[in-house]
């Protein structure tokens, strides 16, 4: 089984971008939008929307996307903390109808509804009821959700601890993800997320986020940023400054994904991080679109390049589907509502 | 020859941190220093100073070194425009007098005067000064002079246009170099450089700076941050956006230097971005200073991962020396200098 960690819902009917238009304007027209709002998407805009999904899985030979909202759209520097959690809801809640729609195809990770001065009291009841309610598995954790001014205090400052007791109870795990930017010196898709990542990555190489919390697990994406590229820096850094070394602090607790678009750099992250610490994932229908003239294959077409890498296949099970669920334990009890399905299918 | 585009000061005299610690303090208390202040330092300080450069030279085989004041202290956020115009002036007077006593292991790179509410004027004469008075042969521009909240536009912004005139006028390159981080998301040299260097890099993507500057030329440090790990990224993105193929779109004006710490990492870049827009560089005393225990050998010594890669002994030689020598034209003439002084002793 091949499972894609990392899916944003970026082909949602275009009725959830006017609603959150109309969202925006009511910002200075409180007559405008009445509070929370409502969305008129049928379950077959829904199904329709989710074909482009559906043939890639096809096409690549993957079974089960872990479907969340689109990042670039939780933009939680927009409005306040009842703006990012209606819309939060609203986002979620159509994660939910898709993943009800295709049980076997999608498993739900949830927005939050986070702000600049943030109200984690919401984000902790939303994670709640999308893992207790609506099944889903875990959450993408914003941190910077100014989008770009950087102004929240680091992932291991003790503000964001009762956000991480809730994740610890529940037992998911979080991709760190931040959204769009609105600092005109970081394009989201091209600096904005890939700086995050490292940014995070970072921080808990200097802290101890994970002696505090030994069961928290953070997935960095797109391949950990610039991390596996300057591995021998954050080795050398770690040593410097008398950390533990790289493999012993991320053991169990932080997990790259493969979204890495290109070979050269797949291989790379392949022989430097270690098999268990790497998760499957390709970032589809995501940041980039376009079919690589090199290849004459999608660039975010991931499976091929860890297909094609020279790496043990036990190794490469776990990339596909083992450590997955180990990092997201509760798609497991997915997977197997899957199968019954199947069999009685 | 090998050129080492890349290294800071990292290793003066004490007293240059006692000034600076002054004039910090003077900015509560303006009697606490007089304007622009003294710097009382030998030349035997200096020489002591520059002793472990002198022999990782010697121990790595390596010639001379580009030499620009310590980035981390630039801090252009500190102070105003008179504080970075005074600080700056002392860091490149050092350097200065550094390159008077080694000419034949240094050449200077200044820093510039920048401050958040940037004040160019002061950057074209303090270039123009260090370039026309000191002999000097580019300098380090900050992306980011607020240090880590990134408030200034971005570097393909018209308002650094006057500053890129006079680069172009005086044919020298810049460094996109940032300095220390007065966020606590970012840690300076294991985030805050690396997310810089991935962040001017897709700024110079979505814009045409070189279109209106085809002379002008950026050198990307740390390997380029996050791009060559991301090619395949940035390769896509840039075709979505109907922006040119990356090698046009940085051969004459983009370089990476090889500040990558492990041989991995050094492959990679070698492998993926053209050899003609690569520059020796080590970083040395900076970043990462202990030796990697799974080689024995300083993380830093980045000639021995190059020495070590498979690449054509040409490719080699152009980025040992040859690539540096057209993307600091000024250089060549200080080399001149450099063996007619040997030919006389």
Request: one cysteine or more; a neutral charge.
């Amino acid at each position: 089984m091949v499972i894609d960690c990392h899916g944003h819902y970026t082909t949602a009917p275009k009725e959830l971008q006017t609603f959150r238009d109309r969202q925006i304007a009511a910002l200075k027209d409180r007559s405008l939008a009445p509070a929370g709002g409502t969305l008129e998407i049928s379950d077959d805009q829904l199904r329709e929307s989710v074909q482009p999904q559906l043939k890639f899985q096809q096409d690549r030979g993957t079974d089960v996307t872990i479907f969340s909202p689109r990042a670039s759209a939780m933009a939680h520097h927009i409005g306040d903390a009842q703006t990012s959690l209606d819309w939060s809801r609203h986002c979620n809640d159509l994660i939910h109808r898709v993943c009800g729609l295709f049980p076997e195809n999608f498993v739900g990770v949830c927005q939050l509804p986070q702000t600049p001065s943030d109200v984690l009291a919401n984000c902790i009841s939303e994670l709640e009821r999308c893992v207790n309610e609506l099944g889903f598995i875990g959450c993408n954790l914003n941190p910077d959700p100014s989008g770009g001014r950087w102004t929240a205090p680091p992932l291991t400052d003790r503000s964001w601890y009762p956000f991480y007791e809730k994740l610890v109870e529940l037992d998911v795990p979080a991709m760190v993800h931040v959204s769009a930017s609105c600092n005109p010196n970081f394009h989201a898709t091209g600096a904005h997320y890939i700086n995050a990542d490292t940014t995070a990555f970072m921080q808990f190489l200097t802290a101890d986020l994970f002696k505090d919390f030994p069961t928290l697990r953070m997935i960095i994406p797109h391949g950990g940023g610039a991390v596996p590229y300057h591995w021998g820096r954050y080795r050398g850094l770690a040593q410097d400054m008398k950390r533990p070394p790289l493999p012993d602090l991320i053991r169990n607790n932080v997990f790259f994904d493969t979204c890495v678009y290109h070979q050269a750099g797949i291989d790379l992250l392949l022989k430097i991080v270690p098999a268990d610490n790497i998760l499957f994932g390709s970032e589809m229908v995501g940041a980039v679109r376009g079919i690589d003239p090199e290849t004459g294959q999608y660039f975010d077409d991931t499976k091929r390049y860890v297909d094609a890498a020279t790496l043990p296949e036990a190794d490469k099970r776990k990339i596909f589907e083992g450590n997955t669920r180990k990092v997201y334990p509760r798609v497991s009890k997915k997977l197997v509502t899957r199968v019954r399905k199947r069999t009685v299918d």
